[in-house]
């Protein structure tokens, strides 16, 4: 069983860690927590605990951290072993109408994890390992709290088997994180993202009523319950169980570097690659700023990564489309793709960062092929027109048919009185950029609470409609209440 790990250490320690956000805390105390340690054992009150289980890896918040400050803070956490303890506990603060929020690696980077209303934050963690492998339907059972890297290595040790699922995060996420967040994974182009590779879900919704979704390859028995919990955030139930797709551990694997004049004739080739039907894993585009940070080329090029893996008969026909496609390219060194395995999954640049007085982050979005050279051009002028912006770059980390995803760097060195309106402004000046070219709100890091304030106009019609459905299975409304940019029975959302 994995632990979260903690995206920067709290000035003065967890247990001295306040509030930054102030709502209306809602307090579990007496027969409540009585009823609650009866129905989950494993259930703390102390304050360092309380204040560690109410953070995440939002950067905004790790500069709270700095001052010694979490987003809010949970009155309690339950480590529930089981879906029964889960059903209980959710029944009693349904009753109660006590505010849930539920958590596991917290390596989510929107804010999602922070019990923005106090009451139960709800640590799946103690829930973790597979439950079943079925290698004849190449599908796999697993429990919400098994950590990315675990469940990875025990596949294909023991089985001979991987998800294909490659998240940056895979050592800090959880299954159930994944599910929540509609997470892509680096290989996403060969394998899906995680709501392609799941095929049904074990939920307990707030009530504590239990369901099972799925579960077959294929169905038309009206609409997809399992895609209305995925991505959902904990704000419609909560996930305990999930049956993922799996595939053998591939035989043969290829790579192959690139150089393009331009960011745009490099969009083009990988829209032909799509277009032509090869689907290599790996098919990463970088700028040419980001190409010089991170590839270490002479800046003037836009650095290109491809790897693929599976059947050699599959690979070697899926990188004859690309060496067809990349023909006006430079050819570049292979080690480039070698070097970028090795620093793929390094996240501790942005502790450093945020240590140095930098305002930092990232943001990916998708849209379909005609309009992303326009959000390539339009979102970085944006954001380097925020007083203070010091760089804006992007690659193209995940492609399909009709479209890929734009993952934009931003940093700015703001005076520190500064740091969380500019942080502020950045968001809304590449946001705003991004919706008014075609773009969509978020492709794989969800809207936690921090997106929140865009998705109404994000969804259009649809935000109502989600609404509508918050209130149906959630009446009291106590599943992490503040977030998606739904309303709250708790009171207002006061941030930003």
């Known amino acids: 069983m994995g632990r979260p790990t903690a995206p920067i250490a709290l000035e003065g320690g967890a247990e001295q860690a306040s509030a930054r956000i102030h709502t209306n805390q809602v307090a579990v105390t007496g027969r409540l ?12 009150v102390e304050h360092g605990d309380r204040a560690e289980a109410s953070r995440d890896w939002w950067p905004l918040a790790m500069v709270w951290a700095l001052d010694g400050q979490v987003g809010a803070l949970a009155s309690v956490v339950a480590r529930p072993r089981s879906a029964d303890e889960v059903a209980a506990v959710l029944d009693l603060c349904d009753a109660a109408q006590v505010p849930v929020t539920t958590v ?18 709800l640590d799946l963690t103690s829930m973790a390992g597979i439950v079943s492998v079925d290698d004849t339907s190449l599908t796999v059972d697993v429990l919400p709290g ?39 994974g680096q290989y996403s182009t060969r394998y899906g993202t995680i709501d392609d590779i ?4 074990d939920v307990v919704l707030a009530s504590g009523r239990r369901l099972t979704t799925g579960g077959a390859p294929k169905s038309a028995t009206g609409p997809d319950l399992t895609q209305l919990f995925v991505g959902s955030e904990g704000t419609l139930g909560v996930i305990t ?5 799996a ?16 960011f745009g004739e490099g969009l083009d080739a990988c829209r032909r690659i799509l277009r032509r039907g090869a689907t290599p894993a790996v098919l990463r585009l970088y700028d040419e700023a980001e190409s010089k940070r991170s590839h270490g080329t002479d800046g003037t090029v836009n650095v290109l990564l491809v790897l693929d893996e599976g059947d050699p008969i599959i690979v070697d026909a899926a990188m004859a489309v690309v060496t067809d496609e990349c023909a006006s390219a430079r050819v570049l060194d292979v080690e480039l793709v070698e070097a970028w395995m090795h620093h793929r ?16 982050d990232t943001m990916e979005i998708a849209a379909p092929w005609a309009a992303l050279p326009g959000i390539f051009d339009a979102a970085r002028v944006a954001l380097l027109a925020v007083p203070h912006a010091r760089a804006a770059t992007c690659h193209q980390s995940h492609a399909y048919t009709s479209g890929a995803c734009l993952y934009f760097t931003f940093a700015a060195t703001p005076p520190p009185e500064e740091r969380e309106a500019t942080y502020v402004a950045l968001w809304d000046a590449g946001t705003r950029a991004v919706l008014a070219h075609g773009g969509n709100l978020s492709h794989h890091h969800g ?24 209130a149906t299975l959630d009446p009291h409304g106590i599943l992490n209440p503040g977030k998606l940019g739904l309303p709250s029975s708790f009171g207002a959302v006061p941030w930003p």
């Not at 169980?241 to 797709?245: E, K, Q, S, V, Y």
């Not at 109404?456 to 609404?467: D, K, P």
């Open 447 to 470: 809207v936690g609470l921090h997106r929140g304030r865009f998705l109404r106009e994000a969804l259009g019609g649809g935000y109502q409609v989600l609404s509508e459905l918050k």
């Open 247 to 262: 595939h053998p551990v591939p035989p043969a694997e290829r790579r192959a570097a690139y150089g393009f004049a331009s």
């Open 241 to 245: 169980g999930a049956r993922l797709r």
């Open 146 to 184: 098994t950590f990315g890297g675990d469940l990875e290595r025990t596949l294909r040790a023991d089985h001979g088997l991987t998800l294909g699922h490659w998240p940056q995060s895979i050592e800090l996420s959880t299954v159930g994180g994944w599910l929540a967040c509609r997470s892509a």
């Open 198 to 201: 799941v095929l049904g879900l």
């Open 33 to 44: 927590l009585d009823r609650l340690r009866a129905a989950c054992p494993d259930l703390s």
């Open 104 to 121: 596991a690696g917290r390596s989510g980077v929107c804010g999602a994890s922070i019990p923005l209303f106090g009451g139960v934050a």
């Open 345 to 360: 999954n390094d996240v501790s640049a942005l502790e450093a960062l945020t240590q140095k007085g930098f305002v930092v």
